[in-house]
């Protein structure tokens, strides 16, 4: 199994950042990338970024292209979602969950993830 909590989540005016965090422990060898979701309330969960562990490629949603960054550090199987210029449509919970290798399923979809974190919450005011 993969354990993965998150952290950083808060309240923010809007046009201000956020930095959230997603430790992963367990078995992350078998991670082959992580993604983060996010559901407002009555709304879908959606997927906001992702990013493979080797290589570091990266995918957005159009949402918060330009505006988010993920990132991530291997050696303390962590990633990071730097979050600027936030906007009230960006209140949400936020999820990081990890992508195993043997999924036909792309970064963006919810259904290449098995493993879910806790979710934090992050509040944009206006």
């Known amino acids: 199994q993969v354990q993965l909590v998150e952290s950083g989540g808060g309240l923010v005016q809007a046009g201000g950042s956020l930095r959230l965090s997603c430790a992963a422990s367990?078995?992350?060898?078998?991670?082959?990338?992580m993604g983060w979701f996010r559901q407002a309330p009555g709304k879908e969960r959606e997927f906001v970024a992702a990013?493979?562990?080797?290589?570091?490629?990266?995918y957005y949603a159009d949402s918060v292209k330009g505006r988010f960054t993920m990132s991530r550090d291997n050696a303390k199987n962590t990633v990071y979602l730097q979050m600027t210029s936030l906007k009230t449509e960006d209140t949400a919970v936020y999820y990081c969950?990890?992508?195993?290798?043997?999924?036909?399923?792309?970064?963006?979809?919810?259904?290449?993830?098995?493993?879910w974190g806790q979710g934090t919450q992050v509040t944009v005011s206006s």
């Open positions: 969950a990890s992508h195993p290798a043997y999924t036909l399923y792309m970064p963006r979809d919810h259904r290449a993830y098995d493993y």
């Open positions: 990013i493979i562990w080797s290589g570091g490629s990266t």
């Open positions: 367990g078995r992350t060898s078998r991670s082959y990338a």
